[in-house]
Structures are given as structure tokens and as C-alpha cells.
T-cell receptor
Framework: NAGVTQTPKFRILKIGQSMTLQCAQDMNHNYMYWYRQDPGMGLKLIYYSVGAGITDKGEVPNGYNVSRSTTEDFPLRLELAAPSQTSVYFC????????????FGPGTRLTVL | GENVEQHPSTLSVQEGDSAVIKCTYSDSASNYFPWYKQELGKGPQLIIDIRSNVGEKKDQRIAVTLNKTAKHFSLHITETQPEDSAVYFCAASTGYSTLTFGKGTMLLVSP
């Protein structure tokens, strides 16, 4: 299994541009998550999904959108990028139980200039 | 919602010493407490977890303790090695879907 994969690894955007961060998992996990990680601030939940077609907001959803059309994929869309969205973005997934392990992808480092 | 506080933010130890990282949580309904290790340039990886019906759990050199009354839990690493150097995150879960993470502790183990 490849686990959780994310593309791209790095990206530089100009203010106002849009992009989609890709996330895929091959473990048939029901739950998928998007976090952002800023220095000294831990991991903040942006959006999550409990299954295909079902998404919900996390702690910091403003400026982002998600969709979950398949079990495997959970893309994160940034519209009108702002410098405040400069961060490292992690996708994660888990099976179904609340005590199941969350598996994280390698991250996408995004810079908005 | 849940709030998780983690201390210290940085911790420097000599190889072979023990390291302790502490977390407190606010929601008494929290029932699951995982710890993640993040190496430079990688995603976090689960190293140990504990459920609310257990007071202590060990796995080789690492252990976690939970005090439900005081609403705090701790990670203990014994006989530290340079490869233990990383950022460690605690987290707490109350509901079925999400985790709330602490801000992380950077552990530096000097040879």
C-alpha cells in the first residue's frame, strides 16, 4: 500500500491565484482530513469527511473548499490565495472507529506571495 | 470545544536521559489520547495511544500515563537516543470524528 499520498510537495502561488491540493489513500478508509500546520501552532483541522459525498468544516475552514466524490480522493481547493494561507498542509485518513490510527501524508508546503 | 495545552514547547536532553512531555485537556468527555511523532519534512506518525479506561500504557522505551481526574496525560521516553529527536504532538478526542492537537514539543537529544 502507498498509504496517504499528497501532490504537489511544494508550490508557490501569487496572491489571488487558485489551486487544488490533491490527497489520495489506498487503505479504503472512511474518514479523511485536511490540516494546516503553522510554526509553533500545531495542527489545525480545516475540513474532514466521514465518507464519499459527506464533508464538514473543521476549526479553520475559511478560504478553502473540499469535495469527496470517491472513497480514495479528498482534494482541497484554495480560491483567491492569500498570504495567510502560507502553511504546510497535511492530509490524513483513518478507518472507522474513533480509536483507529490516523495516517498522515507527507505534506504540501505552500507559499503565497 | 476541546482545548489541549502541551508543555514544554522545547526540551533538550542528553542521550540516555529520560524525557517527559505533558498535556492537559479541557473536555471531561474526551476518551482517546494519541501521541504523534513528526520528523523533519515528514507527516506525523502515531507512536502510542491510550484510552480513558486505562491509566498507563507502555511500549518498549515509551509510556503514556493518564489522570482523568486532573485531565492531564503525559508521554515518557526513557533511555533517549538521538533518533528520538523530533516534534511530538499530543491529541484528544471527544467525539467520533475529530482530534484536537496540542501545539507540539520539539525534543532535542544530544549525543
Amino acid at each position: 500500500n502507498a498509504g496517504v499520498t499528497q501532490t504537489p510537495k511544494f508550490r508557490i502561488l501569487k496572491i489571488g491565484q487558485s489551486m487544488t491540493l490533491q490527497c489520495a489513500q489506498d487503505m479504503n478508509h472512511n474518514y479523511m482530513y485536511w490540516y494546516r500546520q503553522d510554526p509553533g501552532m500545531g495542527l489545525k483541522l480545516i475540513y474532514y469527511s466521514v465518507g464519499a459525498g459527506i464533508t464538514d468544516k473543521g476549526e479553520v475552514p475559511n478560504g478553502y473548499n473540499v469535495s469527496r466524490s470517491t472513497t480514495e480522493d479528498f482534494p482541497l481547493r484554495l480560491e483567491l490565495a492569500a498570504p495567510s494561507q502560507t502553511s504546510v498542509y497535511f492530509c490524513a485518513s483513518r478507518w472507522g472507529s474513533p480509536v483507529d490510527t490516523q495516517y498522515f501524508g507527507p505534506g504540501t508546503r505552500l507559499t503565497v506571495l | 470545544g476541546e482545548n489541549v495545552e502541551q508543555h514544554p514547547s522545547t526540551l533538550s536532553v542528553q542521550e540516555g536521559d529520560s524525557a517527559v512531555i505533558k498535556c492537559t485537556y479541557s473536555d471531561s468527555a474526551s476518551n482517546y489520547f494519541p501521541w504523534y511523532k513528526q520528523e523533519l519534512g515528514k507527516g506525523p506518525q502515531l507512536i502510542i495511544d491510550i484510552r480513558s479506561n486505562v491509566g498507563e500504557k507502555k511500549d518498549q522505551r515509551i509510556a503514556v500515563t493518564l489522570n482523568k481526574t486532573a485531565k492531564h496525560f503525559s508521554l515518557h521516553i526513557t533511555e533517549t537516543q538521538p533518533e528520538d529527536s523530533a516534534v511530538y504532538f499530543c491529541a484528544a478526542s471527544t467525539g467520533y470524528s475529530t482530534l484536537t492537537f496540542g501545539k507540539g514539543t520539539m525534543l532535542l537529544v544530544s549525543p
